[in-house]
T-cell receptor, first 113, second 113 residues
Framework: NAGVTQTPKFQVLKTGQSMTLQCAQD?????MSWYRQDPGMGLRLIHY???????DQGEVPNGYNVSRSTTEDFPLRLLSAAPSQTSVYFC????????????FGDGTRLSIL | SQQGEEDPQALSIQEGENATMNCSYK?????LQWYRQNSGRGLVHLIL?????REKHSGRLRVTLDTSKKSSSLLITASRAADTASYFC?????????????FGKGTRLSVIA
């Protein structure tokens, strides 16, 4: 099992560009989420999903879109990149939040110039 | 907004010593989880303690939970250089099984050989 796979691992964008961060899991988890991690801020929730076709906003959703067309994939889209979106992005999945462990990918390190 | 807050923010100890990290949270919980993050990697689940449990062990890890004080502690005994990492607590809210975990800002542990 690969677990949670995130691509790319590193990316540099220019302000205004758009891109999609990919996340795939092979554990048949219904619950998936995206976090961003900034120095001194811990992990902040961007968007989450409880199954295919169902998504919702987290604490810091502005500037990001998500969709969930399959159980396996949960891509995060940056619509028009801004320097404030420079961060490390983590995708996670679980059988159920709060009662089961979350499995994390190794992150995408994104720099916006 | 952070539900859990770890203390201290940073901790430096000698190999072989014990390391204690604390987590305080604001609202009632179903359970609390601890995660470890090595530099440049995603978070890895360590242990889950339910609200009706007071103490739990896993290898060199000991977690306590005091729901009356809304606090938890993580003890790592006989620490090793490989324990150098950041440690996060995460809480699951009651009656909200469809809500992702909320993470604290973490404690950075340095174990000096």
């Amino acid at each position: 099992n690969a677990g949670v796979t995130q691509t790319p691992k590193f990316q540099v964008l220019k302000t205004g560009q758009s891109m999609t961060l990919q996340c795939a899991q092979d554990m048949n988890h219904e619950y998936m989420s995206w976090y961003r991690q900034d120095p001194g801020m811990g992990l902040r929730l961007i968007h989450y999903s409880v199954g295919a076709g169902i998504t919702d906003q987290g604490e810091v959703p502005n500037g990001y879109n998500v969709s969930r067309s399959t159980t396996e994939d949960f891509p995060l889209r940056l619509l028009s990149a801004a320097p404030s979106q420079t961060s490390v992005y983590f995708c996670a999945s679980t059988y159920r939040w709060g009662t089961q462990p979350q499995h994390f990918g190794d992150g995408t390190r994104l720099s916006i110039l | 907004s952070q539900q859990g807050e770890e203390d201290p923010q940073a901790l430096s100890i000698q190999e072989g010593e014990n390391a204690t990290m604390n987590c305080s949270y604001k609202t009632s919980i179903n359970n609390l989880q601890w995660y470890r993050q090595n530099s440049g990697r995603g978070l890895v689940h360590l242990i889950l303690i339910r609200s009706n449990e007071r103490e739990k062990h896993s290898g060199r890890l000991r977690v306590t939970l005091d729901t009356s004080k809304k606090s938890s502690s993580l003890l790592i005994t006989a620490s090793r250089a490989a324990d150098t990492a950041s440690y996060f607590c995460a809480t699951g809210l009651p009656f909200s099984g469809n809500t992702p975990l909320v993470f604290g800002k973490g404690t950075r542990l340095s174990v000096i050989a």
